[in-house]
């Protein structure tokens, strides 16, 4: 059951309701300084709205959030996303750890799919970044696209 839809729970602004099987959080979801809420989701880098030439070079021009809630004892190997990008010849991608430090962090990019690398055997909230950078060459200019996607993942007690 999603208690999200089920409840119909509102969160309120820059808060989105995180659906972790068997109940439910609101989590903070702000553009930092200096971006737009695109959507529920996304926020873009305002200077891009005008025009990217006017940007700075090392700023993300989209941060996109991505939660995930996914059962106890979950496997070894198994694919929980696929970023929603094209890799080419120039691109970078790089797992960010935001909250733990330790060498035990279960996740791996395998290409672009986001995998588990060991069986998730307790329950647990992990909160990382995916950076994306891709170089687009043009005639006039090169430019450096980049992306950071943010994923939480609520690992349920449950192993359903």
């Known amino acids: 059951m999603n208690e999200c839809d089920q409840f119909?729970?509102?969160c309120g602004q820059d808060r989105t309701c995180f659906n972790t099987r068997?109940?439910?959080?609101?989590?903070?979801?702000?553009?930092?300084?200096?971006?737009?809420?695109?959507?529920?989701?996304?926020?873009?880098?305002?200077?891009?709205?005008?025009?990217?030439?006017s940007c700075p070079p090392r700023r993300a021009i989209y941060i996109r959030y991505k939660f995930l809630a996914i059962p106890r004892l979950t496997s070894s190997n198994e694919t929980l996303f696929r970023l929603p990008i094209f890799p080419?010849?120039?691109?970078?991608?790089?797992?960010?750890?935001?909250?733990?430090?330790?060498?035990s962090?279960?996740?791996?990019?395998?290409?672009?799919?986001?995998?588990?690398?060991?069986?998730?055997?307790?329950?647990n909230?992990?909160?990382?970044?995916?950076?994306?950078s891709h170089e687009k060459h043009s005639i006039k200019q090169r430019q450096r696209?980049?992306?950071?996607?943010?994923?939480?993942i609520h690992v349920s007690p449950f192993h359903f």
């Open 8 to 10: 119909q729970i509102d």
């Open 22 to 53: 068997g109940a439910y959080e609101c989590i903070d979801i702000p553009c930092p300084v200096g971006y737009i809420r695109e959507n529920e989701s996304n926020c873009l880098l305002k200077c891009h709205q005008r025009s990217s030439s």
């Open 88 to 103: 080419q010849k120039s691109t970078s991608l790089k797992l960010v750890d935001r909250n733990h430090s330790d060498k």
């Open 105 to 123: 962090f279960p996740f791996i990019l395998n290409g672009i799919d986001l995998q588990t690398n060991r069986t998730l055997i307790e329950s």
């Open 125 to 132: 909230e992990y909160e990382f970044e995916i950076h994306y």
């Open 145 to 152: 696209l980049h992306t950071i996607f943010v994923i939480r």
